[in-house]
């Protein structure tokens, strides 16, 4: 449709209105005032990334998986209908499961009757596939890249079994009380059932080129950096989706975002700039607030640059920063600043933990004990584009008690290459990540911390790792809340992770779109969305 039939459309859905929804707490945000669900039309959606690939093992950031889990369908998912509150966990292709009394046992009763969408079955047997393809290195069809993804979740998996045709069994090593919550809660180590005759047809790394699940929505095409396009499953096992097509059209740039939804090019996007909240709910465009979401932008340290091996200049980095002021300035109170690395829509989330408080002498003074004269301090903070505002924030509180910190940002792709090769003089590098799983505080401490060898520059590393176990296993559900953050709490004295803040608006929502729900997880739900022509 022309961008300005569309914009007439909008705007007349606007005028027609008897009531119009505009910002609440996550409120149903696209709810055209008067109209009633209908079918058909393409709902465009702008997104602040370019994605990665749509392949469920080896795909990474949330942009992505937005995409990918309306191909492909996990064991499980959550209820995304509400806006507030920890998502229910619903069957999905699984109908129903036991747990075992200590939380190693998982058994699945799978759904029957379904179909991937190359019209191949969907079993026991293609369940097993998927995960022999990250976890066997026997098998024909290993991947180690997925396995290396894949271990986020899995890599404490014992066995494997197939108990008949529509039954499934993984045990693991140790209790694993959140397994259920992080089949479906992946931005990373996604656990999406793929169709294994696509596999065997395109290859490993063909899959991602032509992706092939049971969802909703199937592949019809990407043209990278331009869109990618998904039309309604015409044999869903599932309730029908209203839309005929969704469109994913990566917009890097903040204003060359908003004014693709002021336009009417797009009728959703993401990452809304803060400066720009006011401006689109007073042109009729719903820019929903919600508190209880688990994302949360945190920086990480690079252990090679020799500066960063100091707990006390990691410990000065935090006190340096004034996160209660970045998230009112800079974000026009449109973020919360953040204190420990659970976050707010975090099962385990409590108020009142605060790893090291905004204290620019305090911070002085740890780099004078550690030796260091002002500027002696040197290295270089590394941000995607979007991030690039948070990083000069960074960058001037730090050159306030005496570090000379730079600032280079790159687009997506780019800065995923970037991080994944770090430079001595890099320092801090930055994360969007998060879960509602507790078990978050361990994939973000292996994640950030072990992976690059920083146990070995924190005394108290040992009581951290310790405190983590404890927490992951742990079979008891009425202790875990207290046990992961205890565990959080103890990580926190490592400093070896710096939280920033999460952001409490994300989408923007034009009039035209109604169903559009933004509950407490970092994705959505658009089976149940549609548009208003």
């Not at 070995?456 to 040992?462: G, K, P, Q, V």
Request: hydrophobic share 35%.
């Amino acid at each position: 449709m022309p961008s300005s039939k569309r914009t007439l459309l909008a705007w007349t859905a606007v005028v027609t209105s008897l009531v119009l929804t505009l910002a609440g707490c996550g409120s149903d945000t696209g709810a055209v005032a008067g109209s009633q669900p209908r079918d058909g039309g393409t709902l465009i959606i702008g997104q602040y990334q370019e994605v990665t690939q749509f392949d469920p093992n080896r795909q990474y950031s949330w942009e992505t998986w937005r995409i990918d889990r309306n191909i492909y369908e996990t064991l499980v998912d959550e209820d995304l209908s509400a806006p507030t509150g920890v998502p229910k966990i619903v069957p999905r292709l699984a109908t129903s499961w036991t747990v075992s009394p200590d939380a190693t046992t998982y058994t699945f009763q799978l759904r029957q009757g379904v179909k991937f969408s190359d019209g191949t079955p969907f079993d026991a047997e293609a369940v097993r596939f998927n995960v022999r393809r990250f976890t066997d290195p026997s098998f024909e069809y290993y991947d180690k890249v997925s396995a290396a993804t894949m271990s986020l979740v899995y890599g404490d998996l014992a066995s494997f079994e197939v108990v008949d045709d529509h039954t499934v069994r993984y045990t693991f090593k140790h209790p694993f009380l959140d397994f259920l919550r992080q089949i479906p809660n992946s931005g990373n180590a996604a656990s999406g059932i793929f169709s294994p005759e696509a596999l065997k047809k395109y290859g490993q790394d063909g899959l991602a080129e032509h992706p092939v699940g049971t969802g909703p929505f199937v592949f019809t095409e990407r043209v990278r950096g331009d869109h990618t396009t998904l039309e309604r499953n015409p044999d869903y096992w599932g309730q029908r989706p209203h839309l005929d097509k969704v469109i994913f059209k990566p917009i890097g740039d903040d204003q060359s975002r908003v004014a693709a939804l002021q336009t009417g090019t797009v009728d959703v996007i993401s990452r809304v700039p803060p400066d720009s909240v006011s401006t689109l709910e007073s042109g009729g465009f719903s820019v929903p607030e919600n508190k209880g979401v688990p994302q949360i932008i945190y920086y990480s340290f690079n252990f090679d640059n020799p500066y960063l091996r100091d707990q006390r200049v990691r410990q000065a980095i935090i006190q340096a920063v004034d996160r209660k002021q970045l998230a009112a300035n800079i974000y026009k109170g449109h973020a919360e600043a953040a204190t420990s690395i659970v976050n707010q829509g975090n099962e385990a989330y409590d108020a009142s933990a605060v790893d090291y408080p905004f204290d620019p002498q305090a911070a002085k003074k740890l780099l004078a004990d550690a030796g260091y004269q002002p500027g002696q301090v040197k290295f270089t903070i590394l941000s995607d584009t979007t991030g690039q505002p948070t990083a000069e924030y960074l960058q001037q509180s730090l050159t306030a008690v005496g570090i000379d910190a730079s600032v280079q940002s790159f687009e997506w792709i780019t800065y995923g290459t970037r991080t994944a090769n770090l430079q001595p003089q890099d320092g801090l590098y930055l994360g969007e990540w998060g879960y509602v799983a507790p078990s978050w505080v361990k994939i973000a401490h292996n994640n950030s911390v072990v992976k690059h060898g920083g146990d070995a520059y924190s005394a108290t590393s040992a009581a951290t790792v310790q405190a983590i176990d404890a927490a992951a296993y742990n079979p008891d559900p009425a202790r875990s809340a207290e046990l992961w953050q205890a565990a959080a709490q103890s990580w926190a004295k490592d400093a070896t992770i710096f939280p920033l803040l999460s952001f409490n608006r994300y989408y923007a929502v034009a009039p035209r779109v109604g169903g559009f729900v933004w509950p407490q997880q970092n994705h959505y739900d658009l089976s149940r969305v549609w548009v208003a022509d």
